[in-house]
């Protein structure tokens, strides 16, 4: 069985990127408490540098190259946030990053990326064209490739959200986390499993890309869904290593409609007075909506990110 890191790499990690990152807030709204019954604990990434999570498995697998590896610079695969964490990181250290990006990817983040000094490919919005030109730009350029979440240093890094969160509220019941190729929510459930074994650990998933959620179901993993979601963030798919991480350590996955997305984020905005985006809405949402029963208990949610086109909002005032 694959395995990912342990909870001393994820520390090790965490003290690598510290320098690097926000230790981020952990919000709570009385509203939402009494509105669910439950203790709600938010962990706002939408507050980290680049407006996401991913900085933190970025900067951990950059900082973590050899001089003569990082001299040959960095290539990935990414729709936004991963694209413009290791943009940014790659900058930071001084060496080139090749960022392969769908057609569809938001302006916003395309923006953000070239912002940062990340060199961008765009390809067709299919992960065989994402996987295929960075094959390329790989054999050509002799860089390093950072995947997105197959990578056992990015793991780690996203890990880390888990970790913090653990020490300013160390006596959770329930970890939310959103799921798309599941480096965020595999290092989570490490780290929080090891921290707290007891702790239930649960995958969010828009229904338009269940794919984590079959793949759990069923046993193996499962192609991607064919429908488009809001959750912009959340297109990939697992692969073998999250995969393997996921069945041994989330104890649930819970999707949610495009409907419900919209109305959790709407609520966050409204209640909390903060911008979040609409993947952070899914980890969000089932316990907003009373989708899992958290009466009572104390609720980790990782709000993962607040990138996203102001100019084009789902909903309207």
């Not at 009385?30 to 970025?58: H, V």
């Not at 050899?66 to 991963?82: D, M």
């Not at 969010?204 to 193996?220: H, I, L, Q, T, V």
């Not at 869904?225 to 073998?240: F, H, Q, V, W, Y």
């Amino acid at each position: 069985m694959l395995s990912g890191p342990d909870l001393a790499t994820i520390r090790a990690a965490h003290e690598r990127i510290a320098p690097q990152i926000h230790r981020t807030l952990v919000l709570t709204s009385s509203a939402l408490n009494d509105l669910t019954g439950a203790r709600l604990y938010f962990k706002c990434e939408n507050f980290q540098k680049t407006g996401s999570f991913k900085i933190r498995g970025a900067t951990n697998a950059v900082l973590s190259l050899s001089e003569e590896e990082a001299k040959r610079g960095v290539v990935t695969h990414s729709s936004g946030n991963h694209a413009a964490a290791l943009a940014r990181t790659a900058g930071k250290r001084g060496i080139p990053a090749w960022i392969v990006m769908p057609s569809n990817a938001p302006e916003t983040k395309k923006a953000a990326v070239r912002s940062y000094g990340g060199q961008i490919t765009e390809c067709e919005p299919t992960l065989a064209a994402r996987e295929a030109t960075a094959k390329a730009i790989l054999e050509k350029t002799g860089a390093n490739l950072v995947h997105p979440y197959d990578n056992l240093r990015v793991i780690a890094g996203q890990g880390t959200v888990a970790l913090e969160i653990l020490e300013q509220t160390p006596d959770l019941d329930f970890l939310l986390a959103p799921v798309s190729g599941g480096g965020l929510l595999s290092g989570s459930a490490i780290a929080a499993k090891e921290l707290r074994p007891k702790i239930r650990v649960i995958g969010c998933e828009p229904k338009n890309a269940d794919d984590a959620f079959r793949s759990m179901e069923s046993g193996k993993l499962e192609p991607a869904a064919k429908s488009e979601t809001i959750a912009d963030g959340l297109r990939a798919t697992l692969c073998p290593l999250t995969f393997s991480i996921l069945r041994d350590r989330v104890d649930e996955i819970v999707t949610v409609s495009e409907a419900e997305i919209v109305e959790a984020m709407r609520m966050i905005w409204e209640r909390m007075k903060i911008v979040i985006e609409p993947s952070a809405a899914v980890a969000a949402a089932p316990a907003l909506l009373k989708k899992i029963d958290a009466r009572g208990k104390r609720v980790g949610i990782i709000l993962s990110g607040g990138n996203l086109d102001l100019a084009n909002l789902p909903f309207h005032f």
